[in-house]
């Protein structure tokens, strides 16, 4: 389980997030939206400890987040192209990660063999360095680094921006196949409304910071997700 409690963050005079208490069971598939600065990515960012709560305190599976670096065995995550490694190729970055998860090259090249849909002959082979890609294919990059070693959290901040349609709904399909046995925890930021219906069971609005609405996903979700927004 992962709790954010009495959590909130303040730059000089602005308060950007506020959350009294957020508890997200083990197993569920998770959704935060909201418009720009409702505090999504800030609270992924405190989550995965990027940066620090002005008060309160995040835990996942009982660590807090800021006081131990346990947790990070076993959360994965990609922000932004950030998270990338620039001037490794795809391959490297890959044996990079599975190298910090125990797994050698075999492992990884075995694991990486079901993305290859994916990955549509653009990024394995091409001898081209991550930050040479398109901002879609470092995406691509991103998303599966982060899926490597089976994490049991994973946090994913707008998965399905610079994605052709194609890749998004293949990216659909694998985010909720991860969570059906209800092992792993999902966490997904998007500004797509219906995306994130479609793959979350639960979804949680912000709005300035603050949580106003935290719905369990039902065939009316999508319909109340675009009234709100639309007000």
């Known amino acids: 389980m992962i709790t954010a409690t009495h959590i909130s963050k ?5 308060q950007v ?14 959704g935060l939206v909201g418009n720009n600065g409702a505090g999504k990515t800030t609270f992924f960012n405190m989550l995965l ?30 922000i932004d192209e950030s998270f990338l490694i620039g001037y490794l190729t795809p391959e490297e970055y890959f044996y990079f990660i599975g190298d910090l998860r125990g797994m050698n090259t075999a492992d990884v090249d075995a694991y990486l063999q079901p993305f290859e849909e994916i990955f549509n002959e653009e990024i ?21 680094a982060a899926l490597i070693g089976n994490p049991q959290v ?6 399905f921006a610079n994605l052709d349609p194609t890749t998004q709904i293949r990216l659909k399909k694998m ?16 500004h797509d409304l219906s ?29 109340e997700l675009e009234s709100y927004f639309s007000a």
Do not use: M
């Not at 994973?154 to 998965?159: A, K, R, T």
């Not at 196949?177 to 930021?189: A, G, M, P, Q």
């Open 49 to 78: 400890d990027l940066i620090r709560s002005t008060t309160g305190e995040i835990t996942n599976h009982d660590i807090a987040v800021n006081k131990s670096e346990e947790w990070k065995s076993f959360t994965g995550s990609f």
């Open 195 to 223: 995306h994130v219906t479609e793959v979350c069971e639960r979804i949680v609005v912000l709005e300035k910071g603050n949580v106003v609405k935290d719905l369990n996903t039902s065939e009316e979700t999508l319909t």
């Open 10 to 14: 303040t730059y000089g005079n602005t």
């Open 17 to 30: 997030l506020n959350i009294e208490d957020l508890k997200i069971p083990k197993g569920q598939s998770f």
């Open 175 to 190: 985010l909720k196949s991860l969570t059906e046995n209800n092992e792993v925890t999902v966490l997904i930021s998007s």
């Open 154 to 159: 994973i946090v994913l901040d707008e998965p």
């Open 124 to 144: 394995l082979g091409k001898k081209k360095f991550l930050r040479d890609l398109s901002k879609g294919n470092q995406k691509k990059a991103g998303i599966v």
